[in-house]
């Protein structure tokens, strides 16, 4: 959104004293550091009370293994908030959203395979946390391979779009 702002306000940018320094975004370097900036900062001032709305929401993973060994190991991880992504994803959508040139195709490619992927661990970890209230012996979320094939076939998608 700035950067097509700064486009649409070319002339007057070029022609203000005032309004010059704000030439610096249509360089694609400054947008990549401000964004990397950006969004550090939105992981780091929504972390906390993300963390706290997931523990409240009672959202937490209980990993459990197969292997009596590996269960004790992993029993402090106990109810460890899950579903992290949704801020990393968020971070990321925004800065892009306003640091990028949405007028780029592959811009737009990246974002909807942000996404697509953000939506695929979401699905995945919903399904871990819904387990319990699902018939017994329901899944625990995507199989390996399930993901794999998700992963592909987005892979191919993007492939056919860019040749």
């Given at each position: ?12 940018i070029d022609n203000s004293a005032v309004l010059g320094p704000l030439g610096v975004f249509r ?27 997931l523990v409240k929401q009672k959202i937490g993973d209980n990993p459990s293994f197969d292997h ?57 970890d919903w399904l871990k946390l819904t387990t319990a209230r699902r018939k017994p012996g329901s ?25």
């Amino acid at each position: 959104m700035i950067y097509l702002l700064v486009q649409y306000l070319e002339e007057a940018i070029d022609n203000s004293a005032v309004l010059g320094p704000l030439g610096v975004f249509r360089w694609v370097e400054f947008r990549a550091i401000l964004s990397i900036v950006l969004s550090f900062l939105i992981v780091v001032l929504f972390a906390k009370r993300t963390i706290r709305w997931l523990v409240k929401q009672k959202i937490g993973d209980n990993p459990s293994f197969d292997h009596k060994e590996l269960d004790q190991l992993m029993k402090q991880k106990a109810n460890t908030p899950t579903m992290g992504g949704i801020l990393i994803a968020f971070a990321i959508f925004v800065s892009t959203i306003l640091l990028a040139n949405l007028d780029s195709f592959y811009v737009i490619m990246a974002l909807v395979c942000l996404i697509y992927l953000f939506l695929v661990g979401f699905v995945d970890d919903w399904l871990k946390l819904t387990t319990a209230r699902r018939k017994p012996g329901s899944r625990h979320g995507f199989y390996s391979g399930e993901k794999l094939l998700l992963q592909l076939g987005l892979a191919v998608i993007l492939g056919l779009f860019i040749h």
